[in-house]
């Protein structure tokens, strides 16, 4: 990292160029625009612009009823789409005090974890890929395609699930849905090896990775970081251990956290956060309760009147579904956190004095879906 | 081929002289080879990486996708030539013009085995190192008539990456030079032929900073950092396309035979091997070589530029310099 401050203002207005890093750009995964000005290859300032994916689904919230909003939650993230359903429902659960059966929990439990795995396998591969090592991002695509088998299975579709209802899920799980995750599991250890060999010891990975991009402890709290990204810099904050939702205090899983904030500490939690996810799925398939999978609800919810917040951990961090309603059985609004645009804008602050090459590793390193961004 | 051993071929075409003529032949048989060799090279890359990755490449055309690069080629032929406005016309009609001679040029001097090379140059391996380096400059000229920021910094990487690999890549082979007193490629060949022992196991550090620098000359992974898809979208030739686009891949893989094939006549004997006959030996070496680049491509990820840098100056060139100091000793005093 250099030190720009050495360089005057007067001096930077006459060499400095700007750079359009997208819309269309091969590691702006979708349509994120960066507006980069540069000197040399020495990043000045970054400029995020956001919005070219904002297709209104706040406004689409306010026009339908609950039940036809369901599908919209995985489209927001399509990349933790069973994450985003399951806090759609418990939102909507909580506004209308609607008791979900244990065995329900249990599995949106393992459909969100399977889902959060699916993610990270994006989030640390595609960001080796942003260091131009192509073969561990398809590796990784071919271990979350054994996920995306797995729940389309159970719920008919690969990437936008909208599996969960009010009260439950859509339908039990298979005996074949249980014996392939179990198989996937006992795959997924053994491939950790093979991960630990190809990037986590490789040279180059390392040194492009190590003390690039710190975020630090104050700087992610007055960012308002979530998930991995804050886990990387020493915060020990999950929602799912501290504000416990679904059936996650029944299960025992760590938290792991890195004190760097750098790429390389992001990249080594996420990786060490699948191990815990597999370990939470074993948990779930060895103590699977019986009984119903969706409790007595009517087919169209009326919540009462009020207001209601629910927060749970995306793949990416703490995003939450804050609805109002006025005793109808359309919502009156709802407003979603969400973590990766709290997440993205940290970039302005840590950039400046980072080669062009860093700024793509950076970014991938913060791991945002952009369509979550612009909602 | 050096024709010019061949009696009856030297009287029939005496009257044009057999050095032209030998010229003219051999470079025909290049302009032929060239263009079959890099398809072939561009499928076994395709069919690595695949393997590599998880997956079989490309299966479609012909059995296991052998005939994908021809088919890929058809295509490249077909599609239009786009020439964005705000260019500079000439210089960019002129850079993929530019970058692929010079390539050619490299296969003169090179030795495939005893009796087959074109023309055994005194000047050997001075006149491959000074051609290749005008392929630096028509990369300049495609990223700056581009008129386009990422061809533009791919451009300005380009010369500084190449101008400070040339010192070890020439640092690295002096010794070589010292150890056989001469610039032929055929003669560096010939004396390690003779002895049975290759310069590798003579000149190891040599070998792996020639190994090195070659891969980064080259601009493959992990120092693509021209093209650096994940940062400049596709470097230097992001707005070339169709043919011109295609020059630039054919200019690139016969860079890096020409490379192979250079670190096979230094360091891994040339023709020398037992049994077959030598240009199948020369062959299979420089088709491992080049397996092994591909094999690296597809393992590390980019390196970055300013750690590329450093890299040549601070860590390549002063042992170069140290390893033909050495050797310059260690030649004197035996």
């Given at each position: 990292m250099l030190n720009i401050k050495t360089i005057d203002d007067a001096t930077i207005s006459q060499r400095v160029y700007q750079l359009n890093l997208g819309p269309q750009h091969p590691s702006t995964h979708g349509v994120m625009h960066l507006l980069l000005t540069l000197d040399g290859e020495v990043v000045v300032k970054i400029e995020p612009i956001i919005g070219y994916s904002h297709r209104g689904h706040e406004k689409m919230a306010e026009n339908r009823i609950y039940e036809q909003f369901l599908p919209n939650p995985a489209r927001m993230d399509y990349l933790s789409g069973m994450i985003f359903n399951h806090g759609y429902c418990m939102a909507v659960e909580k506004l209308c005090g609607i008791e979900v059966p244990r065995r329900a929990e249990y599995i949106r439990v393992i459909t969100s974890e399977l889902n959060r795995i699916a993610s990270h396998f994006i989030g640390t591969m595609d960001y080796a890929m942003g260091l131009g090592a192509i073969t561990p991002f398809l590796w990784g695509w071919d271990d979350r395609e054994n996920i995306l088998d797995?729940?389309?299975?159970?719920?008919?579709?690969?990437?936008t699930y909208s599996y969960g209802r009010f009260g439950g899920v859509r339908n039990d799980i298979t005996k074949e849905f249980y014996d392939g995750t179990r198989k996937f599991i006992d795959r997924l250890r053994s491939r950790f090896w093979d991960y630990e060999n190809l990037i986590n010891q490789n040279v180059i990975f390392i040194k492009r990775s190590r003390d690039v991009g710190v975020i630090t402890t104050e700087d992610a709290l007055a960012f308002g970081v979530t998930g991995p990204t804050l886990r990387g810099s020493g915060v020990k904050y999950d929602v799912r251990k501290n504000e416990p939702y679904s059936a996650y205090p029944e299960f025992k899983f760590e938290i792991p956290t890195r004190k760097e904030g750098d790429c390389l500490a992001r990249y080594q939690v996420r990786m060490a956060e699948l191990e815990q996810s597999i370990n939470i799925i074993e948990q779930a398939l060895d103590h699977l309760p019986p009984g119903p999978v969706r409790a007595k609800v009517p087919r169209f919810v009326t919540p009462p009147e009020g207001d209601c917040y629910v927060t749970f951990e995306s793949a990416r961090g703490a995003a939450g579904f804050y609805i109002v309603s006025d005793g109808t059985r359309v919502p009156y609004r709802i407003k979603v956190r969400a973590p990766s645009f709290s997440n993205l804008f940290v970039l302005t602050k840590i950039c400046p004095g980072h080669f062009l090459a860093d700024i793509v590793a950076i970014f991938g390193s913060i791991d945002v879906t952009v369509p979550e961004i612009d909602r | 081929m050096n024709i010019t051993q061949l009696p009856y071929i030297k009287d029939v075409y005496g009257f044009l002289g057999s050095d032209v003529m030998s010229g003219l032949v051999g470079l025909l048989i290049i302009a032929?080879?060239?263009?079959?060799?890099?398809?072939?090279?561009?499928?076994?890359?395709r069919k690595v990486a695949g393997h590599i990755q998880l997956r079989p490449g490309p299966m479609e055309v012909g059995p296991h996708g052998i005939l994908q690069t021809l088919i890929d080629a058809v295509k490249l032929l077909g599609k239009e030539m786009v020439t964005p406005s705000s260019t500079d016309k000439l210089l960019y009609w002129l850079s993929p013009i530019i970058v692929v001679a010079p390539a050619f040029v490299g296969f003169i001097p090179l030795p495939f085995s005893p009796l087959v090379q074109i023309k055994d140059v005194n000047v050997g391996f001075l006149l491959i190192f000074s051609f290749s380096s005008i392929g630096v400059i028509s990369i300049l000229m495609g990223g700056w008539?581009?008129?386009?920021?990422?061809?533009?910094?791919?451009?300005?990487?380009?010369?500084a990456q190449n101008v400070a690999y040339e010192i070890p890549l020439l640092l690295a082979t002096m010794p070589i030079i010292l150890m056989t007193n001469t610039f032929k490629l055929g003669e560096i060949a010939q004396a390690q032929a003779q002895s049975g022992l290759w310069f590798i196991f003579y000149q190891p550090i040599a070998a792996i900073i020639f190994f090195i620098a070659t891969t980064a000359e080259t601009n493959r992974a992990p120092f693509d950092l021209v093209e650096g898809e994940s940062e400049l979208v596709s470097g230097f030739h992001t707005e070339y396309t169709g043919m011109r686009f295609s020059l630039f891949f054919l200019a690139e893989y016969t860079n890096m035979v020409i490379a192979a094939a250079l670190f096979t006549t230094f360091f891994l004997g040339g023709w020398h091997g037992p049994v077959l006959p030598g240009a199948v030996w020369f062959f299979a070496k420089t088709y491992f070589l080049l397996f092994v680049v591909m094999w690296i491509r597809w393992t590390y990820p980019r390196i970055r530029f300013d750690q590329l840098m450093n890299f040549a100056w601070k860590i390549l060139i002063p042992i170069a310099l140290v390893n033909l100091f050495i050797t310059a000793i260690v030649l004197k005093v035996l």
């Open positions: 797995l729940l389309e299975m159970i719920s008919g579709s690969r990437l | 032929a080879l060239v263009p079959l060799n890099v398809a072939f090279l561009v499928l076994v890359e008539a581009s008129n386009n920021k990422y061809s533009l910094i791919g451009a300005v990487r380009s010369v």
